[in-house]
């Protein structure tokens, strides 16, 4: 790895209907990772398709880009009414906080409305994020970026995700390697019901589709 190099030669993909996750750490590689992995930022070598194609916009549309550090996360004193109100707004449906409480309520999370978004249970926290992101017309998968960064067990937030991806979602969760063998580990113990494979898809094989050493940002980071 040379010095400065945004991310290592890497290669992966993740699919409609199935929930895995690649390998990133440091602090700013999960979130370059996600952004490159969701059309909001340019490899400057190496490419990005969506079913075959290269077409970032339409992956920017399709693929949302959820929590990640410094581009999509909530700042840690919003409330989640705050955090709520905001993303219906992007959502385009009633934004008021009367709308923010009653879709919380909806979600079996009122009492959370006044509480910062820092202070939420993470497993709590991935459900909200993400039912706010599929709340967006044309949403077929989500980036989640770094959720054990939040603490708790991996168990919560992956048993979300697998959800989502039974659902119809495609699933792609960033994480760093702590949290990749806590669920090796649960896996091995059938203590979570994955579904799709969760092997690490950071891979060197530069025959494949790559994700380079640098990048060039493109697009909304939202």
């Known amino acids: 790895m040379s010095k400065g190099q945004a991310l290592p030669t890497t290669s992966l ?3 409609t209907g199935a929930v895995r996750f690649a390998l990133a ?3 700013q590689r999960p979130t370059v990772l996600g952004l490159v992995a ?3 930022m340019t490899p400057a070598t190496g490419r990005v398709t969506v079913d075959g ?7 920017r549309r399709a693929v949302a ?8 996360d909530p700042h840690a004193d919003i409330t989640v009414a705050g955090v709520v109100g905001e993303e219906l707004m992007f959502a385009g449906t009633g934004a008021t906080p009367i709308h923010a409480r009653r879709w919380l309520r909806q979600l079996g ?3 959370l409305a006044s509480v910062p978004i820092g202070n939420v249970d993470p497993a709590a926290r991935v459900r909200i994020m993400c039912e706010l992101a599929v709340l967006r017309k044309g ?8 959720p054990d960064r939040h603490g708790g067990s991996p168990d919560g937030w992956w048993r979300i995700a697998s959800e989502f991806a039974d659902r119809g979602y495609a699933m792609l969760v960033i994480i760093g390697g702590s949290a990749a063998v806590a669920l090796e580990r649960m ?5 979570i019901n994955a579904s799709g494979p969760i092997p690490p898809l950071m891979l060197e094989r530069p025959e494949t589709a790559m994700i380079p050493d640098s990048t060039n940002e493109e697009g909304d980071a939202r």
């Open 109 to 111: 999370y009122a009492e």
């Open 53 to 59: 194609d290269i077409d970032n916009r339409r992956l």
């Open 65 to 72: 880009l959820v929590d990640a550090p410094d581009v999509s």
């Open 139 to 146: 949403t077929e998968g989500i980036v989640l970026v770094s």
């Open 187 to 191: 896996h091995e113990l059938e203590a």
């Open 13 to 15: 993909e993740f699919h």
């Open 38 to 40: 969701s059309g909001r």
């Open 25 to 27: 750490e440091t602090q």
